[in-house]
Structures are given as structure tokens and as C-alpha cells.
């Protein structure tokens, strides 16, 4: 969206024309008219196949043959739908997916008929060639007859000499009966005659466009994949990222065991067998060896709290994001602030996750940021959990480089989270993380 934004702002600072004097010398208005005038023939092949077909093959459904003429009409339907999503791409820039694939339990012609006849996205193709035909023939009608006439008029100056050579007249006729006629044929009225065809040449890109939109509806709502098959690939891909999340914890968890405390507890083993040997033979030396291995037992410790912590800490059970993330502020390299306003506590899985997300970025503060100071900040707006944190470092965080903060954004959208990170070069750094809210 940003990129979009971006790329329409520096056009239209490069131009010092205006839009609506430039509209009909532009590359997008001409591929707008050329995609309307293509409609026409295209829509009569389309509509023709598909009335033709679908009304054999129900006529047909008596017997047998009915049901391979549907799956054909279908299967041509689906077909003229990639050329219309490739003629949108090309001409109106309109970039729409391919609908939801044929499901099939077991391969065979009969079901792959079944499946095309069971599919969802193949009726709607059907619809596209039944609704676009009367909007093609409209808009053909419109555009050609908008777009000639401006050109007609606005040149009228250039070739209105035609009419007193060729056609025994002065000029273009406007009215004319048994016994009065008006011709266009003098500089004042030739003159309003091209001004009126600059309205007309002027307005009519606008006028293609708003008529180019609706093909685009029409594309992206009957023959890209419905909602519900989006949303199920939306939430194949958020599964996907919940179980490799899930993994990457969990050899996390094993890395940490076995590079910390399991090998502290290895050499305190160590350790006191050593100090267990020398007990007789030197009671001072088992001693040192007994204090060394107590100083063992308690980083041991800590690092398994720390551990613990890490998978989920105790205070955020008992006293809520407010105490927990006071708490990971207090270890930060930095000072930061932290404000905490919710009216009620949210369900454990989206607070552990607000937990977890905060402490990442504390961590990416103390290691990154170079700044001074920062700030946490949390809110509910409406069913939105909000975090917002904040740093005076020397920016530059990219979602996009692949980081932790890649990582973080996919775990937010795993459970329909949101992450922006605006990080310019020079700082500040702000990020803001969406949740739902899930009492």
C-alpha cells in the first residue's frame, strides 16, 4: 500500500500539467479504452459459448451426455476466465489470483467432471459471462461514442473544409427542416464547436475509467477465489506459521537446557564426585570443591528460571501484562517507560503473545537501537489489542530484511495480528502491533 501511495505521489509532483489535462494523452487511459473496445467481441464469444452450451447440456440432462456438455461449458468458462484475469492484468493493471482449484477425491474424467460441476468458482464464471455481456455492449456504446465525438468536435477546425468541398454545405449540420437549416460554419461557432469537443475529449478518460472499475469488481469478485477459500488459505498458510513458531521455541527450549543448565548440572555431578573422593584425603580442597559446585547449583538455577520465564512468566499469570512487562522494562539496557490502560485483562494466549512480542522488541532495542530512552505503551481500541514501543535509536528496522521483526509479524498474523514498523534512517523507531481482543 505504501509502495502504491508512493509511486502515485512522485507522479503526480513530476508533472506540472494537470491530471485532467493530461488524462487523454496517458498510456493508463488508452489501455482503458483498448480494454473496453476488446470487451465487446470477447463477451459476444463469451456470453455465446456459455448460453449456447449450458442450455444443451440442461437439455441434455435427461440423459447421459447432459452432464460431459455441462463440464465442458464449465470447463470453457474457467477457461475464458484466465484470459480475462490476463486481459485485466495487462490493461487495467488489476492483479487477480486464481480461483480455488478443482478438488478431486480420485483422479478420472468422471471426477473431474464432478468437481466441475461441485465447484463453486466454475458457477461463478458462468455468471461473469452472463452479467458481462449487457455491461460490455453498454460500455462499447458509451466510450466509442464519448470518445469520437470529443475528437470529432475538437478538431472540427482541421477538416470542417470538407463539408463546402464535398458536401455542397457550409458546415456541420446542428438543425435542420422543410424550411430552416443551421450550419457550423462560422469562426465563432466553429470555435465553441472545439471547445465543446475539449469538454468531451477531457472528460471522457474519467468517464472510461469509472466504467473500466466496474469490469474490475466484476473480475476480482466472480472469477478470483471467493472469501471463504481466501480465508481457508490464509489459514493453512497462519497454521503453517504457528507450527514453525511452535518448532523453533521448542529447539530454542532444547538449546538452551542443553547448552545451560544441563551442562552446569553435568560439572556440578562432576564436581561433587571429585569433591566426594577428596573428602578423607584433603577435607579443605572437597570443601572449596563444595562452595564452587553451591555457586554452580545457583546459576544452574537461574538460568532455569530464566528459562521459565522465557516460556512464560509467573507474574504475567498472576498479575497481568501491566506487571509483566514492568518487569522485562527493568532488564532493558535502556530506560523505558511503561503505560498500561485496559479495562480488562485479555484471554491468556493473546496476552502471552503481547508479552512475548514487547519483549522481543526490548530486546531488539538493547542490542540494536543505540538509543537513550524508550517507551511501551498499551490500549484497547475497540476489539484491537494495541502495543505501540517506542525508541530514540538511529533506526532503520525492516520487516522486509528477513530480521526477528519478520519473524514477529508472521507470529502476529498467525492469529490475525498486525505489525508496522515505521523506522526511518536517523530514527526514531516506532512499532505498532495489532491484536484482536479475546476476553
Not at 43 to 71: E, K
Not at 355 to 365: A, G, K, P, R
Not at 396 to 403: E, F, I, M, Q, Y
Request: glycine content about 8%.
Amino acid at each position: 500500500m505504501a509502495m502504491e501511495y508512493g509511486h502515485g505521489y512522485a507522479a503526480g509532483t513530476g508533472h506540472r500539467m494537470p491530471a485532467a489535462l493530461r488524462a487523454p494523452f496517458e498510456a493508463r487511459s488508452w489501455r482503458e479504452f483498448a480494454y473496453v473496445l476488446l470487451s465487446l467481441p470477447v463477451s459476444v464469444v463469451l456470453f455465446s459459448w456459455t448460453v449456447t452450451m449450458v442450455a444443451l447440456g440442461a437439455g441434455l440432462l435427461v440423459t447421459f451426455l447432459g452432464i460431459p456438455v455441462l463440464a465442458a461449458a464449465l470447463a470453457g468458462c474457467r477457461g475464458f476466465g484466465m484470459l480475462e484475469r490476463a486481459r485485466a492484468r495487462g490493461l487495467l493493471r488489476v492483479d487477480v489470483a486464481e480461483p480455488e482449484p478443482l478438488r478431486m477425491r480420485k483422479p478420472g474424467a468422471a471426477a473431474w467432471m464432478g468437481a466441475l460441476l461441485k465447484s463453486g468458482a466454475s458457477w461463478r464464471h458462468v455468471l461473469y459471462a452472463l452479467v458481462q455481456f449487457p455491461w460490455a455492449v453498454f460500455a462499447f456504446s458509451v466510450a466509442v461514442s464519448f470518445w469520437t465525438c470529443g475528437w470529432a468536435l475538437l478538431t472540427y477546425p482541421l477538416w470542417f473544409w470538407a463539408f463546402p468541398a464535398y458536401a455542397g454545405q457550409g458546415g456541420l449540420q446542428l438543425y435542420g427542416d422543410a424550411h430552416h437549416s443551421v450550419y457550423l460554419d462560422n469562426p465563432f461557432e466553429i470555435t465553441v464547436t472545439a471547445l465543446v469537443g475539449l469538454v468531451f475529449t477531457l472528460a471522457t478518460p474519467w468517464l472510461v475509467r469509472a466504467l473500466t472499475t466496474v469490469d474490475g469488481l466484476l473480475v476480482r469478485g466472480l472469477l478470483g477465489p471467493s472469501p471463504l477459500s481466501a480465508r481457508v488459505v490464509e489459514l493453512e498458510s497462519d497454521r503453517g506459521a504457528v507450527v514453525d513458531t511452535a518448532a523453533a521455541d521448542l529447539r530454542r527450549i532444547e538449546r538452551d537446557l542443553h547448552d545451560g543448565a544441563q551442562a552446569r548440572l553435568v560439572n556440578l555431578a562432576m564436581d561433587l564426585g571429585l569433591a566426594k573422593e577428596k573428602l578423607r584425603e584433603d577435607p579443605q580442597t572437597a570443601a572449596r570443591m563444595v562452595e564452587e559446585a553451591h555457586g554452580e547449583v545457583k546459576t544452574a538455577l537461574q538460568e532455569l528460571r530464566d528459562l521459565a520465564r522465557g516460556i512464560h512468566p509467573a507474574v504475567l499469570t498472576d498479575r497481568g501484562l501491566d506487571a509483566a512487562l514492568s518487569s522485562v522494562a527493568s532488564r532493558c539496557t535502556v530506560p523505558v517507560t511503561v503505560e498500561v490502560d485496559l479495562p480488562a485483562r485479555p484471554a491468556a494466549a493473546i496476552e502471552g503473545i503481547a508479552y512475548f512480542t514487547v519483549s522481543e522488541l526490548l530486546q531488539n532495542i538493547s542490542k540494536h537501537s543505540r538509543s537513550r530512552t524508550a517507551s511501551v505503551d498499551v490500549w484497547r481500541a475497540e476489539d484491537r489489542l494495541m502495543l505501540q514501543v517506542v525508541d530514540d535509536g538511529v533506526g532503520g528496522a525492516d520487516v522486509a530484511r528477513g530480521s526477528g521483526l519478520a519473524g514477529l509479524a508472521a507470529r502476529l498474523d498467525a492469529v490475525d495480528g498486525v505489525l508496522v514498523v515505521d523506522s526511518p534512517a536517523g530514527g526514531p523507531t516506532r512499532v505498532i502491533a495489532e491484536l484482536p481482543w479475546r476476553a
